[in-house]
C-alpha cells in the first residue's frame, strides 16, 4: 500500500456549491486514479482520517474539506498542511459503521435495498451514522435508516428519512 506525505494548499472556490480544499499535486493525484477510481483516505495532523474522494476540477486535482476540520485545524486559503494519502480498501469507499452493519444483520430486505444503492448514496447514509460520537444516537439513525430503506427501497426521500431519525431520537429505546 502507497503512502504518499505531502504539502497541500488550502484554496476556496468561492461557490455556493463547494467551497474550502486542499489541492493536491497532479503527480501525487494520479498514483491514486485507476480504474477501480479515485477514493482515498486523507490522514491529517494528529492522525485524523478522512475518506475521501480526489476530484478534478480544470487542471487541478483536490480534496474537499467539510467545516469541522477548516474549524478545527483553523485553516485558511493559502495555508500549507502537511497530509498523507493512501489508497482507500473499505469496501463501499467509507468503513461501515459497526450499528448499521448489527442493523443490516437482522433487517435483511433494508441491506438488499442497501446494496441496490449507487455507491455515492450508500456512503451518503453510511456517513449520517458515523458522523455522530454516541453510540445509542448511532444504533437509533441505524434503525431509522434500515425502517426507511425497508419502505422505500431505493427511493431515498431524505425528509423522510429525518423524521424517521427524530422518531428514534424521541423514543425511549435504551442502549445497554
Not at 491514486?32 to 490522514?43: D, L, Q, S, T
Not at 485524523?48 to 478534478?56: F, G, N, Q, V, W
Request: with cysteine; net charge positive.
Amino acid at each position: 500500500m502507497e503512502l504518499v506525505k505531502l504539502k497541500a494548499v488550502v484554496q476556496d472556490f468561492n461557490s455556493d456549491l463547494w467551497r474550502f480544499h486542499l489541492v493536491v499535486p497532479e503527480k501525487a493525484a494520479l498514483k491514486f486514479i485507476n480504474e477501480k477510481g479515485h477514493r482515498v483516505v486523507c490522514i491529517l495532523p494528529e492522525g485524523e482520517r478522512m475518506h475521501t474522494a480526489l476530484m478534478k476540477r480544470r487542471d487541478k486535482y483536490f480534496i474537499l474539506l467539510n467545516k469541522r476540520i477548516v474549524n478545527r485545524y483553523k485553516l485558511a486559503v493559502d495555508a500549507t498542511i502537511e497530509i498523507i494519502l493512501t489508497p482507500e480498501i473499505a469496501e463501499f469507499g467509507s468503513p461501515m459503521p459497526e450499528e448499521l452493519d448489527a442493523v443490516f444483520v437482522e433487517e435483511e430486505k433494508a441491506y438488499e435495498a442497501f446494496m441496490s444503492l449507487t455507491p455515492g448514496k450508500r456512503r451518503s447514509l453510511m456517513y449520517i451514522v458515523s458522523k455522530v460520537k454516541r453510540v445509542d444516537s448511532r444504533i437509533k439513525k441505524a434503525l431509522a435508516i434500515a425502517e426507511h430503506l425497508t419502505e422505500a427501497g431505493t427511493n431515498i426521500d431524505y425528509k423522510r428519512l429525518n423524521e424517521l431519525i427524530k422518531k428514534y431520537n424521541r423514543s425511549d429505546i435504551r442502549i445497554i
